[in-house]
């Protein structure tokens, strides 16, 4: 017997899998990057923000700061191979977990700067960002870095609601502002914004003439319900081609009725939301945001998961040039 004892600075005693705190496991368990050297082989680098962001209007406070940690757990129920498109995503994908970003809670603009140097790091070394966990200001910080390192950037954004309020709750860099604080960037163009899942009565009008006047390009529920998914999705490539793509995510853009603890009604359903990160994986794909979980509840986190793997499930099919649809 080895009486081994470890000592108060040690690491704790590890998982199986690698971790990215001692009891925290690498999303899906992928191997961890600790620098910048290794990003340089690999494709993309899932990335933690866990910024504590202020009440949402008509709930209660979200533990939204643990999501980072939780939502890795509960991914480790998971794997890379998807038999409905009998693909085997991390043959062809290189996805490493590279920790989670220095934020400084209750210092936005600190944050907004951290967070859009760490990702800028991530694109200097050629990888994908995927960001978990709550952003300062939405997916603004994620947008700003693309737009700074890669130029032509198109932004696909799934949401419920606008996020192109002026202000909300005394400050311009709520995340129910960042949208409109994009538009304000100099080298990013709204006519390369698509929104798709805008729906139901917490939306003013001048929301929607807002989006009409800056030229970008947005379908309602009532759209998707009309048209079909497969319609808008050939609309939204359309509109955004010849850019790298930043597809962010608010999973409110679901219907309630897909998990516990959503948001609102008649949205679209997992399938749909499967099939469009699928489709913008495959097409030019430069990032992913996950923006806002709306409630820490496991199930949840098993849909973010899939989405995950589907997003890089399109990217593994655009690399070797397979055309096949889900
Ligand atoms: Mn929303």
Redesign the pocket.
């Known amino acids: 017997m080895n009486y081994k004892y470890r000592k108060s600075m040690d690491e704790f005693e590890k998982l199986l899998v690698p971790t990215i705190n001692g009891r925290t496991p690498t999303f899906l368990g992928v191997p961890r990057a600790k620098n910048k050297e290794d990003l340089k082989s690999a494709d993309a680098a899932i990335i933690g923000i866990p910024f504590l962001r202020s009440p949402p209007v008509g709930r209660e406070l979200q533990p939204s700061i643990l999501d980072v940690y939780n939502l890795r757990r509960a991914s480790l129920k998971y794997g890379g191979y998807l038999p409905e498109l009998d693909l085997e995503v991390f043959e062809y994908v290189k996805l490493v977990d590279y920790g989670n970003i220095e934020v400084i809670q209750g210092n936005v603009e600190k944050s907004i700067d951290q967070t859009a140097n760490k990702i800028c790091e991530i694109l200097e070394a050629g990888c994908v960002p995927i960001t978990i966990g709550t952003p300062p200001a939405g997916c603004y910080p994620v947008a700003k870095a693309m737009v700074e390192k890669l130029n032509k950037v198109g932004i696909v954004h799934l ?3 606008c ?1 192109n309020l002026e202000e909300h709750a005394g400050g311009k860099w709520s995340g129910a502002c960042w949208v409109a604080r994009l538009s304000e960037l100099e080298n990013f163009d709204m006519k390369n914004f698509v929104q798709i899942g805008i729906r139901g009565p917490r939306i003013s009008k001048e929301q929607i003439d807002w989006h009409k006047k800056k030229g970008s390009h947005f379908f309602t529920i009532r759209d998707i319900r009309e048209k079909g998914v497969e319609e808008i999705l050939d609309d939204t490539l359309r509109h955004i081609s010849g850019n790298k793509v930043l597809l962010a995510i ?1 999973f ?1 853009v679901l219907d309630l009725g897909a998990g516990p603890g959503l ?1 609102e009604p008649a949205g679209i359903s997992t399938w749909e939301l499967l099939k469009i990160s699928y489709e913008i994986g495959k097409s030019n794909f430069g990032g992913l945001c996950v923006e ?1 979980i709306p409630s820490s509840i496991t199930p949840l986190y098993w849909i973010v998961t899939w989405t995950i793997l589907y997003t890089l499930a399109g990217m593994a099919m655009g690399k070797i040039g397979i055309s096949q649809s889900p």
């Open positions: 949401d419920a609601h996020d608010d409110d948001d806002w």
